[in-house]
C-alpha cells in the first residue's frame, strides 16, 4: 500500500499551472517537523517534501494556502528519474507525493479564509471550496475547547422522522 499523509507548512506560494487541454495542477513543497529534536543543536530538524496536485484539490490549494500556511495532505509517493542534461552518464532520482486531499489545519488567522478553520476535504480526491461558516475561534489553550455556537442548534422534541 502507498498512502502518505503529511501536516506541515508551505515553504513557498503554490505554483498553479495548466496543461494544454485546461487541466490544473499545482506543485508546492511542505516543511515537516521530526518528531525529535537535535541533542548537539537543541533544534527540530525538518524535512522538505516537494509536492504535485491536479484538477479541484490543485485549485483549492492554490486558492486557500500560501507560504506559511499550514496543511495536512493524504496521497501517494510517486518516484521518478531523469538524465542530467549537462552531465549524460548522470541520473537523478526524484521522489513527490501526488496529492489526493488536502486540509486546513492551522488557526483561523493561518488560514486567511475569513471565518472558516475546520479542516475540510472531499473524499476521491476532489477538493472543493469549502462553505462559510461562523465557528468561535480556537482556544489558544489546547485543554479548553471551542465547539461553536450552541445557538446554531434547534432542540428535537420528537424522534417521530428520524429514519434510524
Not at 59 to 82: D, L, P, Q, W
Not at 91 to 99: A, F, G, S
Not at 108 to 115: A, I, N, Q, V, Y
Amino acid at each position: 500500500m502507498n498512502k502518505v499523509i503529511l501536516v506541515g507548512r508551505l515553504t513557498a506560494d503554490p505554483v498553479l499551472r495548466q496543461t494544454q487541454g485546461g487541466v490544473s495542477s499545482c506543485s508546492f513543497s511542505i516543511a515537516v517537523n521530526r518528531r525529535f529534536v537535535d541533542k548537539s543543536t537543541g533544534e527540530r530538524q525538518a524535512d522538505f517534501i516537494r509536492c504535485n496536485a491536479w484538477r479541484q484539490t490543485a485549485e483549492f490549494i492554490n486558492r486557500y494556502f500560501k507560504k506559511g500556511s499550514m496543511i495536512c495532505v493524504e496521497g501517494s509517493i510517486r518516484t521518478g528519474s531523469y538524465t542530467d542534461k549537462n552531465h549524460p552518464d548522470v541520473t537523478h532520482y526524484t521522489q513527490d507525493v501526488l496529492v489526493d486531499n488536502a486540509e486546513f489545519t492551522g488557526s483561523k488567522s493561518e488560514t486567511g479564509t475569513g471565518g472558516y478553520s475546520s479542516p475540510y476535504s472531499n473524499p476521491g480526491g476532489n477538493a472543493q471550496t469549502p462553505p462559510q461558516q461562523n465557528q468561535a475561534s480556537p482556544a489558544a489553550d489546547n485543554d479548553n475547547m471551542s465547539y461553536g455556537n450552541l445557538n446554531d442548534f434547534e432542540e428535537i422534541l420528537s424522534d417521530g422522522n428520524v429514519p434510524f
